[in-house]
C-alpha cells in the first residue's frame, strides 16, 4: 500500500512538473492558443495516469474540472490562470499522498 501511495506522488509530482514546463514554454513563446492546446492534451494524459496509479475517483475528479469564464481579455492571465486551476488540485493531492499515515499500535 506504501509503495502504491508512492507510485502515485511520483506520478502526481511528475505532472505537476510538464504543467509547469507547458507554462514557462507558452510564457516564452507567447502562443496562448498552442498553450491551451498542449493543456488539453496533457489534462487528458493526466486523468488517465491518475486513474492508473491513484485510483478512479482522483483521475474522474481531475478530468472533471472546468475552469470558470474569464473576462480580463487578457489572453496571458488567462491562460496563467487556467494553469493554476490545474495545478491546485494536483498540488493538494500531492500533499495528502505526501502524508504519512499513522501506524496503529
Request: proline content about 5%; some cysteine; glycine content about 8%.
Amino acid at each position: 500500500m506504501l509503495s502504491e501511495m508512492s507510485k502515485g506522488l511520483t506520478v502526481v509530482r511528475q505532472q505537476i512538473a510538464e504543467l509547469e514546463t507547458i507554462e514557462k514554454q507558452t510564457l516564452q513563446d507567447l502562443n496562448t492558443v498552442a498553450g491551451t492546446e498542449r493543456l488539453t492534451k496533457w489534462k487528458a494524459h493526466t486523468a488517465g495516469l491518475l486513474t492508473a496509479s491513484v485510483g478512479q475517483q482522483e483521475g474522474q475528479a481531475f478530468a472533471s474540472i472546468q475552469p470558470g469564464p474569464s473576462f480580463t481579455h487578457d489572453l496571458v492571465e488567462e491562460f496563467t490562470d487556467l494553469v493554476e486551476c490545474y495545478r491546485m488540485p494536483l498540488n493538494a493531492l500531492a500533499k495528502r499522498l505526501g502524508q504519512v499515515p499513522p501506524t496503529g499500535s
